[in-house]
């Protein structure tokens, strides 16, 4: 195909063989697809990260073989919003119902490696490549917390999956993201300083950098369930212009 270039900014055309256009998306409410709509419940989660991306497997371990119900995908720089909704999230639920109920300590003996937990999972096919998120809405009950990931693109955002959590798994959850991401802030300014992971130069935090959390371990036991909510927050990670 052969032309002149358009000018630097122009906008496309049908005549030019292309058509370009910005968005930045809006949320307001989310499309739930017939087959998301049902939702999973989740007695525990790992988080997965590498310089790129975070996964999320959503865990059943009431019965033998533990499987991953459901495994959802973000890019690195959504995590901030969704730590900071879900937090935002809990104190809502401490404010209206009170103190939430902790979990049972995990064991002081020796934790199995990543590659010991996923031995011992189930991982479905059709999960292992998971689904999309930019974006999550949660509500809660005095029983449980709804995760809804959203995918926010034009002409209107959609849920992707759905997630139920007893509620005193949402701290769990909380503190597992927390402390994944900031080990991933230290892996990246220990690379951008050649030092060990340990040794690098403290740095005054960023607008955008999460508070620490308490220790956290992936969440793998409890039980709860429900699929209403009555209170809700959302994130949203706004698409890239260009």
């Known amino acids: 195909m052969s032309g002149n270039p358009m000018p630097p900014g122009s906008g496309g055309g049908f005549d030019s063989g292309f058509i370009t256009g910005e968005f930045r998306h809006q949320q307001v409410s989310a499309r739930v697809p017939d087959e998301v709509a049902r939702g999973v419940f989740s007695t525990g989660v790992i988080v997965l990260s590498n310089p790129t991306e975070f996964v999320l497997d959503f865990l059943v371990r009431m019965a033998r073989p533990h499987q991953?119900?459901?495994?959802?995908?973000?890019?690195?720089?959504?995590?901030?919003?969704?730590?900071?909704?879900?937090?935002?999230?809990?104190?809502?639920?401490?404010?209206?119902?009170?103190?939430?109920?902790?979990?049972?300590?995990?064991?002081?003996?020796?934790?199995?490696?990543?590659?010991?937990?996923?031995?011992?999972?189930?991982?479905?096919?059709?999960?292992?490549?998971?689904?999309?998120?930019?974006?999550?809405?949660?509500?809660?009950?005095?029983?449980?917390?709804?995760?809804?990931?959203?995918t926010s693109f034009f002409p209107r955002s959609s849920v992707s999956c759905r997630v139920y959590l007893a509620a005193p798994h949402a701290p769990r959850l909380l503190d597992s993201l927390a402390q994944t991401f900031n080990d991933h802030q230290k892996r990246l300014l220990a690379a951008r300083q050649n030092l060990p992971l340990g040794q690098q130069q403290p740095q005054p935090p960023s607008p955008g950098s999460i508070p620490p959390s308490s220790p956290g371990t992936p969440d793998t036991s409890g039980k709860g369930g429900g699929d209403a909510t009555d209170s809700s927050s959302s994130a949203e990670h706004p698409p890239t212009d260009g």
């Open 68 to 150: 991953v119900v459901a495994r959802v995908v973000m890019a690195t720089g959504v995590v901030p919003s969704v730590i900071a909704v879900l937090r935002d999230n809990i104190q809502k639920y401490i404010n209206q119902y009170g103190p939430i109920p902790p979990l049972p300590k995990p064991s002081t003996d020796r934790r199995p490696t990543i590659q010991e937990i996923y031995d011992d999972l189930k991982l479905p096919d059709e999960r292992l490549s998971g689904v999309y998120a930019n974006g999550v809405m949660i509500g809660h009950t005095p029983a449980e917390f709804c995760l809804d990931f959203i």
